[in-house]
């Protein structure tokens, strides 16, 4: 099993800065991808974000060269460095573990930190 928490949400004005972070425990594995997700009131939760082995990320068209995630695996941290955020980046923020197994694909979420950007 992974438990996954997050920290490092909160209010924040308008073109400011905040870095989420994402303790992992349990068994993480180098090929497990690590993403952030968000979900604001009222809509679908959407994808950020991710990393993979060899720090391999990629992002959503909305966050590109204003988010950056990074990994420390040895601590099995993952992180979410947010610079220039806008109302519209209000949202919670869930850290997710996906992994291929013999079964399928595996799923873990963390509970998610609030982001609440003010104009």
């Known amino acids: 099993q992974v438990q996954l928490v997050e920290s490092g949400g909160g209010l924040v004005q308008a073109g400011g800065s905040l870095r989420l972070s994402c303790a992992a425990s349990?068994?993480?594995?180098?090929?497990?991808?690590m993403n952030w997700y968000r979900q604001a009131p009222g809509k679908q939760r959407e994808l950020v974000g991710g990393i993979r082995s060899g720090a391999n990320t990629n992002y959503a068209d909305f966050v590109k060269g204003r988010f950056t995630i990074s990994r420390d695996s040895a601590k099995n941290m993952v992180y979410l460095q947010m610079n220039s955020l806008t109302p519209e980046d209000t949202a919670v923020y869930y850290c997710n573990v996906r992994r291929l197994t013999d079964l399928g694909i595996g799923n873990y979420w963390g509970q998610g930190t609030q982001v609440t950007v003010s104009s």
């Open positions: 349990g068994r993480i594995f180098s090929s497990d991808a």
